[in-house]
């Protein structure tokens, strides 16, 4: 088991400075200042102000040159962001359900033609393909099918791997320990399609059930694909939102 790597320090700030958005916004809704931050946290100011940067990115702060760094309290207040990749349980968590991991596969298989384009290899090299269905509260919401390419894990671990994986675990967690990967991005198709037989059976539903479907390829920081996942949501019990900002010029009257 490999140990786990550290992410880099303006990630830590960053998600310590996210759980401490409230707090912020409680009090004016107004940051500390990128000095005052810095001595915080003993690191230097382009640290932080990177940090800051990625939180005002993502919509849960905005800056005010020569002002400061402010809360923005409707984006915080999210519970379910399309733009980030949480884990299943946390996510029907955050719903107010109960989550419960109703079913559960685990095996190495052959990659199909999609699935290998996807991880940029060769259909009918080895993947360990990890299908679950979570529950909220009783109710199937989400079916995942998540593949990850055998090859990136020495020759002499590839024997009995779907035994020896704890599929049970986030596939992140899965990637980390088992594979000595750390998905650094993901790239995501999403569109709306309806169950089918094989889902809908999956997830307990009709085969002309509205679905939310993602497609996600996730790369470590050498930009390899590392990690497939077709997931599946029945809209309602989870509602995904997202933080838009308009791109726009003005345009000059002619």
């Not at 916004?25 to 107004?30: F, H, P």
């Not at 003993?42 to 800056?63: D, I, M, N, P, W």
């Not at 529950?135 to 035994?163: F, Q, R, W």
Request: hydrophobic share 40%; with cysteine.
């Amino acid at each position: 088991m490999s140990p786990q790597r550290r992410p880099h320090q303006a990630q830590e700030i960053e998600a310590v400075l996210q759980t401490r958005l409230r707090e912020f916004g409680e009090a004016e809704g107004r940051l500390p200042s990128e000095t005052d931050l810095a001595k915080e946290f003993g690191v230097s100011r382009v640290t932080v102000r990177e940090a800051l940067a990625s939180l005002e990115r993502r919509g849960l702060v905005f800056r005010k040159h020569g002002v400061g760094t402010f809360v923005n309290g409707t984006a915080v207040n999210i519970r379910t962001r399309l733009d980030e990749s949480v884990e299943f349980g946390q996510l029907i968590r955050a719903a107010n359900y109960e989550p419960e991991l109703g079913f559960l596969d685990c095996r190495v298989e052959p990659a199909g033609l999609e699935v290998a384009a996807h991880l940029q290899m060769e259909a009918g090299e080895p993947v360990l393909c990890i299908r679950k269905v979570f529950k909220a509260s009783g109710t199937p919401v989400i079916y995942c099918m998540n593949a990850v390419p055998v090859s990136l894990i020495p020759n002499e671990l590839h024997v009995d791997l779907s035994k020896n994986v704890n599929p049970e675990l986030s596939i992140y967690t899965v990637l980390e320990r088992w594979f000595n990967q750390q998905v650094a991005f993901q790239l995501s198709d999403v569109s709306a399609c309806v169950a089918g037989d094989e889902t809908g059976a999956m997830l307990n539903c009709s085969p002309t059930t509205a679905l939310l479907h993602l497609e996600d390829v996730g790369f470590n920081g050498m930009q390899q694909p590392v990690l497939y996942a077709d997931i599946y949501y029945i809209p309602g019990p989870i509602q995904f939102q997202l933080v838009r900002r308009p791109i726009y010029t003005l345009e000059e009257s002619t």
